[in-house]
């Protein structure tokens, strides 16, 4: 059966995140009713990360396997068209071998996380941002950042409700910025645990406000203890940017 890459974009807000739930939309059910609409065809999409509700993306990858050979454009196109008025676009669409896996393949997949730092809270940009009104200091959230790259256990920033076999992983990226009034915070690894990133920006924000030294941030990833994680960030200012393959 013919194999289809597709590059998503979608606005996490007003979905329960990518996986399908029986009682609320997800962006899988909403792209394979697309997929049907134009196909004939009900089909099981795979993406390279299972986004939690409120949770956008900028560069989701998903694969999924028809009876019949349609032309990518046209699979984009249609696609498009179908996935309307919902808040997800398919950026790019291209055959691919049947060896092709969007979550077994990938070899690293990056997160963005942009913190609104300023007083007065955002209009336009509500749903895409964290507003954190108390001025933070992103270069010791950067050195801060730096002490917990390389392979640790992560217990301290996973979820408990995270199903992953081991708390081990490696980090490759952590890195934080400040321009204007953006604070941006971007991780890339091979994989993450639940909840991990939304729960180092969480900690992180404790350092940029003073609250936590660089160090104190390196003490609570060392005590592997969910109990030591600052409070986690919100759904809203996470985004997945990007899978390698």
Same mark, same amino acid.
């Given at each position: 059966?013919?194999?289809?890459?597709?590059?998503?974009?979608?606005?996490?807000?007003?979905?329960?995140?990518?996986?399908?739930?029986?009682?609320?939309?997800?962006?899988?059910?909403?792209?394979?009713?697309?997929?049907?609409?134009?196909?004939?065809?009900?089909?099981?999409?795979?993406?390279?990360?299972?986004?939690?509700?409120?949770?956008?993306?900028?560069?989701?990858?998903?694969?999924?396997?028809?009876?019949?050979?349609?032309?990518?454009?046209?699979?984009?196109?249609?696609?498009?068209?179908?996935?309307?008025?919902?808040?997800?676009?398919?950026?790019?669409?291209?055959?691919?071998?049947?060896?092709?896996? %969007?979550? @077994?393949? !990938?070899?690293?997949?990056?997160?963005?996380? /942009?913190?609104?730092?300023?007083? =007065? &809270? *955002?209009?336009?940009?509500?749903?895409?941002?964290?507003?954190?009104?108390?001025?933070?200091?992103?270069?010791?959230?950067?050195?801060?950042?730096?002490?917990?790259?390389?392979?640790?256990?992560?217990?301290?920033?996973?979820?408990?409700?995270?199903?992953?076999?081991?708390?081990?992983?490696?980090?490759?990226?952590?890195?934080?910025?400040?321009?204007?009034?953006?604070?941006?915070?971007?991780?890339?690894?091979?994989?993450?645990?639940?909840?991990?990133?939304?729960?180092?920006?969480?900690?992180?924000?404790?350092?940029?406000?003073?609250?936590?030294?660089? %160090?104190? @941030?390196? !003490?609570?990833?060392?005590?592997?203890?969910? /109990?030591?994680?600052?409070?986690? =960030? &919100? *759904?809203?200012?996470?985004?997945?940017?990007?899978?390698?393959?």
């Amino acid at each position: 059966m013919p194999r289809f890459k597709l590059i998503l974009e979608y606005d996490g807000t007003p979905f329960c995140g990518w996986q399908r739930q029986a009682d609320r939309m997800s962006v899988q059910q909403a792209l394979e009713e697309a997929i049907a609409r134009f196909s004939g065809e009900a089909v099981t999409t795979q993406a390279a990360g299972r986004t939690d509700a409120g949770v956008h993306a900028l560069g989701q990858v998903v694969h999924f396997d028809l009876g019949k050979d349609w032309d990518a454009f046209r699979i984009r196109e249609a696609l498009n068209y179908h996935l309307r008025p919902h808040p997800v676009v398919v950026v790019e669409c291209e055959a691919v071998g049947n060896d092709f896996e %969007a979550r @077994f393949s !990938a070899k690293a997949r990056h997160y963005a996380y /942009r913190i609104l730092n300023r007083r =007065a &809270p *955002a209009a336009i940009e509500r749903h895409q941002v964290w507003h954190v009104p108390m001025p933070l200091d992103a270069q010791s959230m950067h050195e801060a950042a730096q002490l917990i790259l390389g392979r640790h256990d992560f217990s301290t920033f996973r979820s408990s409700e995270c199903q992953a076999n081991s708390p081990i992983r490696t980090l490759d990226v952590f890195e934080v910025s400040g321009d204007d009034e953006i604070v941006t915070i971007t991780a890339g690894a091979r994989s993450f645990l639940h909840h991990q990133v939304r729960s180092m920006v969480g900690s992180l924000k404790l350092v940029g406000e003073g609250k936590w030294s660089p %160090a104190d @941030f390196r !003490a609570a990833l060392d005590a592997a203890d969910r /109990r030591r994680c600052g409070a986690m =960030a &919100p *759904a809203s200012g996470l985004y997945l940017t990007g899978v390698d393959y």
